[in-house]
């Protein structure tokens, strides 16, 4: 064999030597108030592995890159087939679900960092409770009085209802929350999640008899006016939800519920009390 082609397939095999083992760069933080940082891994190469795939191998094996013994790393994860929300995580520095990211499809080193406007509760384990106190505040939900039977629902046209399937497919993993500029720790602005499931409710033939609860939750604190319209949020959802028509749709209804306060109020609460209309 020439040497030209003996080098060749020397560096080829080192190669391969060398993938078979992955670095994770992994955020450590015990707690939200202890200063934290990275700590390296290595994992062995598996074809179509995901990354929380990788994190059960390093929970099995807590030994790093150093071959020292650490802790194991904390994570969220449940359904591991993108449908609970609760794994989204900063996967080379771009908020995304770690149970659909394949390890063959991301750049070597992969670092591994929480959400970040989201307190901490340890290594990549967030608290998202601020989603769903403004999915409270919406009122994210339809009424129904469950003491007797109500018969069929409401029909809806097909274009109704893939109109609002996309909607429903929100799985609050808060990536658009993470990638919002808007949201910060430090305030409260409820980014697209919150207002796209306000729509969602709105647009359901039930729901709209609280249409109007559900835009004055929109305008409290935190609310739809303190979007920037930066329209990072739809980048980012991993179900393609239409973010910022929803944010377009809600702005609309909630500046209608506006004059209609302003010029009709007191003509609405006349006609309840029996007063001329
Ligand atoms: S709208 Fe998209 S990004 Fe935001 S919480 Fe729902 S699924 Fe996640
Ligand atoms: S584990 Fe449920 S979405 Fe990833």
């Given amino acids: 064999m020439d040497e030209a082609k003996q080098v060749g397939r020397t560096s080829e095999s080192k190669a391969r030597a060398e ?22 891994f290595k994992i062995a190469y598996r074809k179509g592995a995901n990354v929380i795939s990788c994190l059960m191998e390093i929970q099995r094996n807590p030994v790093n890159a150093a071959g020292q013994t650490t802790t194991p790393v904390t994570w969220d994860a449940a359904c591991l087939e ?27 080193p992969i670092t591994l960092e929480p959400m970040r406007k989201f307190p901490m509760v340890r290594d990549l384990a967030v608290d998202r409770s601020r989603m769903f106190e403004s999915l409270k505040q919406v009122k ?5 009085d469950g003491t ?41 602005f409820m980014g697209a999640a919150p207002i796209s499931q306000a729509r969602l409710f709105n647009l ?36 393609e939800i239409p973010l910022t028509t929803s ?31």
């Fill in 19 to 40: 993938e078979k083992w992955i670095t994770f760069r992994i955020w450590r933080q015990e707690e939200a108030d202890k200063p934290g940082g990275f700590e390296d």
């Fill in 82 to 108: 993108e449908v609970c929300g609760s794994c989204a995580m900063n996967i080379n520095g771009r908020v995304r679900m770690a149970c659909s990211a394949l390890v063959d499809k991301l750049e070597w």
């Fill in 140 to 144: 994210a939900w339809i009424e129904l």
């Fill in 148 to 188: 007797h039977n109500l018969g069929p629902g409401p029909r809806q046209s097909q274009s109704e209802q893939a109109q609002r399937y996309v909607l429903s497919t929100c799985i609050t993993c808060g990536s658009c929350l993470e990638a919002c500029p808007q949201v910060t720790q430090d305030n409260d």
């Fill in 204 to 239: 359901h033939p039930t729901g709209a008899m609280h249409a109007d609860d559900r835009l004055r939750g929109l305008m409290g604190p935190g609310g739809i006016q303190d979007c920037g319209k930066a329209q990072n949020c739809v980048q980012v959802c991993p179900k």
């Fill in 247 to 277: 944010i377009a749709a809600m702005n609309r209804d909630v500046t209608k519920l506006v004059v209609k306060d302003l010029f009709f109020k007191d003509t609405e609460s006349e006609a309840a009390a029996g007063g001329p209309a």
